[in-house]
Protein backbone atom coordinates (compact mmCIF):
# COMPACT_ATOMS: atom_id res chain seq x y z
CA UNK A 1 0.00 0.00 0.00
CA UNK A 2 0.98 3.74 -0.96
CA UNK A 3 0.29 6.66 1.28
CA UNK A 4 0.69 10.08 1.06
CA UNK A 5 0.10 12.08 4.34
CA UNK A 6 -1.06 15.50 3.39
CA UNK A 7 -0.93 18.53 5.24
CA UNK A 8 -4.28 19.17 3.89
CA UNK A 9 -3.47 23.09 3.92
CA UNK A 10 -3.08 23.44 7.91
CA UNK A 11 0.82 23.26 7.33
CA UNK A 12 1.09 26.74 8.63
CA UNK A 13 -1.24 26.07 11.69
CA UNK A 14 1.40 23.77 13.07
CA UNK A 15 4.11 26.50 13.15
CA UNK A 16 6.81 27.01 14.15
CA UNK A 17 6.70 23.23 14.46
CA UNK A 18 5.86 22.58 10.88
CA UNK A 19 7.98 25.17 9.75
CA UNK A 20 10.87 22.42 9.39
CA UNK A 21 8.45 19.46 8.71
CA UNK A 22 5.36 18.20 7.32
CA UNK A 23 2.22 17.89 9.44
CA UNK A 24 2.74 14.03 9.28
CA UNK A 25 6.34 13.75 10.75
CA UNK A 26 5.42 15.45 13.93
CA UNK A 27 5.76 13.76 17.29
CA UNK A 28 3.13 13.26 20.22
CA UNK A 29 2.80 10.42 21.89
CA UNK A 30 5.39 8.12 21.28
CA UNK A 31 5.45 8.43 17.48
CA UNK A 32 6.06 11.20 14.93
CA UNK A 33 2.54 10.14 12.42
CA UNK A 34 4.51 8.33 9.44
CA UNK A 35 6.13 6.24 11.75
CA UNK A 36 2.60 5.21 13.13
CA UNK A 37 1.08 4.40 10.32
CA UNK A 38 4.62 2.56 9.66
CA UNK A 39 3.73 0.43 12.38
CA UNK A 40 0.09 -0.17 11.66
CA UNK A 41 1.05 -1.21 8.12
CA UNK A 42 4.20 -2.29 7.97
CA UNK A 43 4.60 -3.35 4.28
CA UNK A 44 3.25 0.20 2.83
CA UNK A 45 5.22 2.97 1.72
CA UNK A 46 5.17 6.45 3.61
CA UNK A 47 4.95 9.38 1.79
CA UNK A 48 4.29 13.34 2.43
CA UNK A 49 2.14 15.99 0.63
CA UNK A 50 3.67 19.13 1.90
CA UNK A 51 5.00 22.46 1.09
CA UNK A 52 7.43 22.43 -1.93
CA UNK A 53 10.56 23.38 -0.10
CA UNK A 54 9.94 21.10 2.41
CA UNK A 55 9.51 17.86 -0.55
CA UNK A 56 13.15 17.59 -1.15
CA UNK A 57 13.78 16.22 1.95
CA UNK A 58 10.16 14.74 2.88
CA UNK A 59 9.22 13.03 -0.52
CA UNK A 60 6.14 11.74 -1.88
CA UNK A 61 5.05 8.79 -3.24
CA UNK A 62 4.00 8.06 -6.73
CA UNK A 63 0.36 7.32 -6.60
CA UNK A 64 -0.14 6.95 -2.64
CA UNK A 65 -3.93 7.19 -1.25
CA UNK A 66 -3.98 10.79 0.15
CA UNK A 67 -4.56 10.58 4.17
CA UNK A 68 -5.38 13.40 6.30
CA UNK A 69 -2.08 13.98 7.81
CA UNK A 70 -2.90 15.46 11.38
CA UNK A 71 -5.51 12.35 11.50
CA UNK A 72 -3.93 9.76 14.04
CA UNK A 73 -5.09 6.60 12.96
CA UNK A 74 -6.47 3.77 14.91
CA UNK A 75 -7.48 0.02 14.09
CA UNK A 76 -10.42 0.93 12.51
CA UNK A 77 -9.67 4.23 10.13
CA UNK A 78 -6.68 1.73 9.10
CA UNK A 79 -9.34 -1.02 7.99
CA UNK A 80 -11.42 1.69 6.39
CA UNK A 81 -9.13 3.21 4.65
CA UNK A 82 -7.49 -0.23 3.18
CA UNK A 83 -11.00 -1.20 2.08
CA UNK A 84 -11.72 2.18 0.05
CA UNK A 85 -12.93 1.98 -3.95
CA UNK A 86 -10.74 3.90 -5.89
CA UNK A 87 -13.46 6.49 -6.39
CA UNK A 88 -14.29 7.24 -2.93
CA UNK A 89 -12.99 9.06 0.19
CA UNK A 90 -13.72 8.49 3.80
CA UNK A 91 -14.91 11.58 5.90
CA UNK A 92 -16.23 12.01 9.09
CA UNK A 93 -19.14 14.14 9.17
CA UNK A 94 -17.31 17.07 7.03
CA UNK A 95 -13.28 16.37 7.63
CA UNK A 96 -11.85 14.59 5.08
CA UNK A 97 -9.95 10.96 6.68
CA UNK A 98 -8.66 9.12 3.21
CA UNK A 99 -8.96 8.95 -0.31
CA UNK A 100 -7.93 10.01 -3.46
CA UNK A 101 -12.03 10.00 -5.32
CA UNK A 102 -14.98 12.05 -4.90
CA UNK A 103 -17.88 9.65 -3.70
CA UNK A 104 -17.78 10.80 0.05
CA UNK A 105 -18.30 7.93 2.21
CA UNK A 106 -18.57 8.65 6.10
CA UNK A 107 -16.54 6.89 8.67
CA UNK A 108 -18.15 4.24 11.25
CA UNK A 109 -15.82 3.01 13.98
CA UNK A 110 -13.78 4.71 17.01
CA UNK A 111 -13.47 7.67 16.26
CA UNK A 112 -10.20 8.91 15.93
CA UNK A 113 -8.13 11.59 17.17
CA UNK A 114 -7.85 14.85 14.59
CA UNK A 115 -5.33 17.57 15.42
CA UNK A 116 -6.93 21.07 14.79
CA UNK A 117 -4.21 23.28 15.75
CA UNK A 118 -0.61 23.34 17.61
CA UNK A 119 -1.46 23.15 20.57
CA UNK A 120 -3.34 20.07 20.46
CA UNK A 121 -0.09 17.92 20.12
CA UNK A 122 0.06 18.80 23.79
CA UNK A 123 -3.42 18.65 25.10
CA UNK A 124 -4.26 15.36 23.23
CA UNK A 125 -0.93 13.81 24.18
CA UNK A 126 -2.72 12.08 26.73
CA UNK A 127 -5.00 10.42 24.46
CA UNK A 128 -2.68 10.05 22.09
CA UNK A 129 0.12 8.43 24.29
CA UNK A 130 -1.89 5.57 25.94
CA UNK A 131 -2.76 4.40 22.82
CA UNK A 132 0.67 4.32 21.68
CA UNK A 133 1.58 3.02 24.81
CA UNK A 134 -0.88 -0.47 23.85
CA UNK A 135 0.28 -0.29 20.49
CA UNK A 136 3.98 -1.01 21.09
CA UNK A 137 3.80 -3.34 24.32
CA UNK A 138 0.99 -5.26 23.04
CA UNK A 139 2.51 -9.10 23.24
CA UNK A 140 5.92 -7.62 24.08
CA UNK A 141 7.83 -8.15 27.50
CA UNK A 142 9.35 -5.26 29.07
CA UNK A 143 13.00 -5.15 30.59
CA UNK A 144 12.55 -6.11 34.69
CA UNK A 145 11.97 -2.68 36.81
CA UNK A 146 14.93 -2.34 39.52
CA UNK A 147 13.87 -2.97 42.86
CA UNK A 148 15.33 0.84 43.87
CA UNK A 149 12.10 2.09 42.41
CA UNK A 150 8.70 2.28 44.20
CA UNK A 151 5.99 2.77 41.79
CA UNK A 152 2.57 3.76 42.80
CA UNK A 153 -0.34 2.15 40.49
CA UNK A 154 0.41 -1.39 37.98
CA UNK A 155 3.72 -1.72 37.40
CA UNK A 156 2.04 -3.68 33.82
CA UNK A 157 1.68 0.08 33.04
CA UNK A 158 5.34 0.60 32.91
CA UNK A 159 7.37 -0.91 29.74
CA UNK A 160 10.48 -0.53 29.85
CA UNK A 161 13.15 -1.53 26.06
CA UNK A 162 16.40 -3.08 26.26
CA UNK A 163 18.56 -1.18 27.46
CA UNK A 164 16.57 1.34 29.65
CA UNK A 165 17.69 2.09 33.34
CA UNK A 166 15.12 3.26 36.07
CA UNK A 167 17.07 3.77 39.68
CA UNK A 168 15.87 4.91 42.68
CA UNK A 169 12.77 7.09 41.04
CA UNK A 170 8.85 7.05 42.01
CA UNK A 171 6.78 6.03 39.05
CA UNK A 172 3.16 6.61 39.59
CA UNK A 173 0.93 5.12 36.57
CA UNK A 174 -2.38 5.75 37.77
CA UNK A 175 -2.74 8.54 35.53
CA UNK A 176 -1.31 6.58 32.48
CA UNK A 177 1.54 4.35 31.80
CA UNK A 178 4.87 4.98 31.27
CA UNK A 179 7.13 4.05 28.29
CA UNK A 180 10.95 3.69 28.78
CA UNK A 181 12.72 3.38 25.10
CA UNK A 182 15.71 2.02 24.05
CA UNK A 183 18.49 3.11 25.88
CA UNK A 184 16.54 5.79 27.43
CA UNK A 185 17.43 6.44 31.37
CA UNK A 186 15.36 7.87 34.33
CA UNK A 187 18.21 9.19 37.00
CA UNK A 188 17.80 8.54 40.51
CA UNK A 189 15.40 10.78 42.88
CA UNK A 190 13.10 11.68 39.76
CA UNK A 191 9.62 11.35 40.16
CA UNK A 192 6.59 10.88 37.55
CA UNK A 193 3.16 11.07 36.82
CA UNK A 194 2.35 9.28 34.00
CA UNK A 195 1.52 9.34 31.16
CA UNK A 196 5.26 9.76 29.91
CA UNK A 197 6.74 9.11 26.60
CA UNK A 198 10.72 8.74 26.50
CA UNK A 199 11.89 7.64 23.14
CA UNK A 200 15.37 6.08 22.50
CA UNK A 201 17.92 7.39 24.13
CA UNK A 202 16.36 9.90 26.24
CA UNK A 203 16.75 10.95 30.09
CA UNK A 204 15.45 12.78 32.92
CA UNK A 205 18.75 14.04 34.49
CA UNK A 206 18.76 13.53 38.39
CA UNK A 207 15.55 14.18 40.79
CA UNK A 208 13.45 14.98 37.50
CA UNK A 209 9.72 16.30 38.67
CA UNK A 210 7.39 15.17 35.44
CA UNK A 211 3.97 15.57 35.41
CA UNK A 212 1.93 13.85 31.95
CA UNK A 213 1.21 13.88 29.41
CA UNK A 214 5.18 14.80 28.40
CA UNK A 215 6.69 12.96 25.35
CA UNK A 216 10.55 12.98 25.20
CA UNK A 217 11.58 12.33 21.42
CA UNK A 218 15.14 10.51 20.79
CA UNK A 219 18.07 11.71 22.28
CA UNK A 220 16.30 14.29 24.69
CA UNK A 221 17.85 15.51 28.16
CA UNK A 222 15.37 17.24 30.45
CA UNK A 223 15.55 18.13 34.46
CA UNK A 224 13.65 20.20 36.62
CA UNK A 225 9.84 20.57 36.54
CA UNK A 226 7.57 19.59 33.26
CA UNK A 227 4.19 19.43 33.13
CA UNK A 228 2.38 18.08 30.03
CA UNK A 229 4.78 18.63 27.39
CA UNK A 230 6.17 17.87 23.70
CA UNK A 231 10.06 17.73 22.98
CA UNK A 232 10.17 16.69 19.29
CA UNK A 233 14.32 14.63 19.16
CA UNK A 234 17.58 16.16 19.84
CA UNK A 235 16.38 18.71 22.63
CA UNK A 236 17.58 19.51 25.83
CA UNK A 237 16.74 20.92 28.61
CA UNK A 238 19.36 19.57 31.51
CA UNK A 239 18.98 21.73 34.76
CA UNK A 240 16.02 23.87 37.24
CA UNK A 241 13.36 25.55 35.60
CA UNK A 242 9.87 25.05 34.73
CA UNK A 243 8.21 24.45 31.22
CA UNK A 244 4.42 23.17 31.24
CA UNK A 245 2.20 23.26 28.37
CA UNK A 246 4.95 23.43 25.84
CA UNK A 247 6.18 22.32 22.35
CA UNK A 248 9.88 22.01 21.80
CA UNK A 249 11.02 21.68 18.48
CA UNK A 250 14.69 19.51 17.43
CA UNK A 251 17.77 20.82 18.39
CA UNK A 252 16.74 23.33 21.05
CA UNK A 253 18.40 24.21 23.97
CA UNK A 254 16.69 25.80 27.49
CA UNK A 255 19.76 27.38 29.30
CA UNK A 256 19.68 26.80 32.78
CA UNK A 257 16.92 27.86 35.17
CA UNK A 258 14.55 28.61 32.10
CA UNK A 259 10.71 29.33 33.10
CA UNK A 260 8.14 29.38 30.67
CA UNK A 261 4.36 31.17 31.79
CA UNK A 262 1.53 28.58 31.40
CA UNK A 263 -1.44 30.29 32.85
CA UNK A 264 -2.69 34.16 32.43
CA UNK A 265 -2.59 36.22 36.09
CA UNK A 266 -6.36 36.57 35.69
CA UNK A 267 -7.04 33.00 34.71
CA UNK A 268 -8.29 33.77 31.06
CA UNK A 269 -8.04 32.38 27.71
CA UNK A 270 -4.57 33.00 26.28
CA UNK A 271 -3.99 34.83 23.39
CA UNK A 272 -0.91 33.46 20.91
CA UNK A 273 0.83 34.42 17.37
CA UNK A 274 -0.74 32.83 14.60
CA UNK A 275 1.27 31.73 11.24
CA UNK A 276 -1.60 31.81 9.24
CA UNK A 277 -2.93 35.19 10.05
CA UNK A 278 0.64 36.45 10.79
CA UNK A 279 -0.90 37.97 14.41
CA UNK A 280 -1.58 37.53 17.45
CA UNK A 281 -5.23 35.58 17.77
CA UNK A 282 -7.51 34.82 20.79
CA UNK A 283 -7.57 30.83 21.46
CA UNK A 284 -10.05 28.99 23.82
CA UNK A 285 -7.13 27.63 25.71
CA UNK A 286 -6.61 28.25 29.37
CA UNK A 287 -3.22 26.54 29.41
CA UNK A 288 -0.22 27.31 26.83
CA UNK A 289 3.62 27.61 27.83
CA UNK A 290 6.36 27.92 25.36
CA UNK A 291 6.21 26.98 21.65
CA UNK A 292 9.70 26.67 20.31
CA UNK A 293 11.09 26.21 16.74
CA UNK A 294 13.54 24.43 15.45
CA UNK A 295 17.19 24.78 16.49
CA UNK A 296 16.22 27.90 18.59
CA UNK A 297 17.91 28.20 21.97
CA UNK A 298 17.89 30.56 24.99
CA UNK A 299 20.31 31.88 27.51
CA UNK A 300 20.20 31.00 31.72
CA UNK A 301 17.66 32.21 34.07
CA UNK A 302 15.61 33.20 31.06
CA UNK A 303 11.74 33.84 31.60
CA UNK A 304 9.09 33.10 28.79
CA UNK A 305 5.35 35.11 28.87
CA UNK A 306 2.21 32.98 28.62
CA UNK A 307 1.84 31.48 25.05
CA UNK A 308 5.21 32.71 23.02
CA UNK A 309 6.30 31.84 20.50
CA UNK A 310 9.58 31.52 19.18
CA UNK A 311 10.42 30.26 15.26
CA UNK A 312 13.74 28.45 13.64
CA UNK A 313 17.07 29.53 15.05
CA UNK A 314 16.52 32.38 16.84
CA UNK A 315 18.74 32.75 20.48
CA UNK A 316 17.11 34.54 23.15
CA UNK A 317 18.84 35.98 26.24
CA UNK A 318 18.08 38.88 28.91
CA UNK A 319 16.98 39.45 31.93
CA UNK A 320 13.44 40.33 31.36
CA UNK A 321 10.63 38.74 29.22
CA UNK A 322 11.19 38.93 25.87
CA UNK A 323 7.94 39.66 23.05
CA UNK A 324 5.30 36.93 22.87
CA UNK A 325 6.64 36.43 19.45
CA UNK A 326 10.37 35.84 18.32
CA UNK A 327 10.46 35.62 14.30
CA UNK A 328 12.95 32.85 12.84
CA UNK A 329 16.65 34.04 12.59
CA UNK A 330 16.46 35.94 15.38
CA UNK A 331 19.27 36.85 18.16
CA UNK A 332 18.32 39.01 20.99
CA UNK A 333 15.72 39.47 24.03
CA UNK A 334 13.70 42.40 25.93
CA UNK A 335 16.64 44.91 25.01
CA UNK A 336 15.58 44.31 21.31
CA UNK A 337 17.04 41.86 18.23
CA UNK A 338 19.47 42.22 15.22
CA UNK A 339 18.77 39.11 12.57
CA UNK A 340 20.59 36.22 12.70
CA UNK A 341 22.89 35.95 9.61
CA UNK A 342 22.24 32.41 7.84
CA UNK A 343 25.77 31.18 7.48
CA UNK A 344 26.28 31.71 11.54
CA UNK A 345 23.29 30.15 12.02
CA UNK A 346 23.83 26.71 9.68
CA UNK A 347 27.56 27.41 11.36
CA UNK A 348 25.78 27.02 14.88
CA UNK A 349 23.22 24.34 14.00
CA UNK A 350 26.02 21.71 12.90
CA UNK A 351 28.14 22.72 16.31
CA UNK A 352 25.09 21.32 18.05
CA UNK A 353 24.58 18.81 15.82
CA UNK A 354 28.15 17.32 15.67
CA UNK A 355 28.27 16.75 19.13
CA UNK A 356 26.05 13.77 18.16
CA UNK A 357 28.18 13.02 15.00
CA UNK A 358 25.61 14.43 13.22
CA UNK A 359 25.40 17.55 10.46
CA UNK A 360 22.37 19.30 8.37
CA UNK A 361 21.97 17.59 5.40
CA UNK A 362 21.86 19.28 2.01
CA UNK A 363 18.02 19.11 2.26
CA UNK A 364 18.34 21.23 5.45
CA UNK A 365 20.63 23.66 4.34
CA UNK A 366 17.75 24.72 1.88
CA UNK A 367 15.15 25.10 4.21
CA UNK A 368 17.23 27.26 6.40
CA UNK A 369 17.53 29.15 2.90
CA UNK A 370 13.97 29.29 2.32
CA UNK A 371 13.63 30.14 5.98
CA UNK A 372 15.83 32.95 6.06
CA UNK A 373 16.13 34.41 2.26
CA UNK A 374 18.24 37.28 3.61
Avoid at 73 to 92: F, G, K, Q, S
Avoid at 259 to 271: A, E, F, R
Wanted: hydrophobic share 35%; aromatic share 10%.
Amino acid sequence: MKINLDDNALHLRFAPLSLTRPVGNLRMGIFTNDERWKIYLPEAEIGFLTEDYLSKKFKSIENGIRVNAALIPNEDVVAAIMHLDENTALYLNEIFLAGNGTQKIQFKGEAPVILENRWDLYQKNDAVLEADFELISSGRKSQKLSKSNTVIGSSDMIFMEEGAKVEASILNTTMGPIYVGKDAEIMEGSIVRGPLAMCEHSALKLGTKIYGATTLGPHCKVGGEVNNSVFQAYSNKGHEGFVGNSLIGEWCNLGADTNTSNLKNNYGNVSTYSYETQKEEKTNIQFMGLTMGDHSKCGINSMFNTATVVGVSSNIYGADFPPKFIPSFSWGGSAGFVPFKLDKAIEYANNMMERRGLKLSEEEVEIFVYLNPK
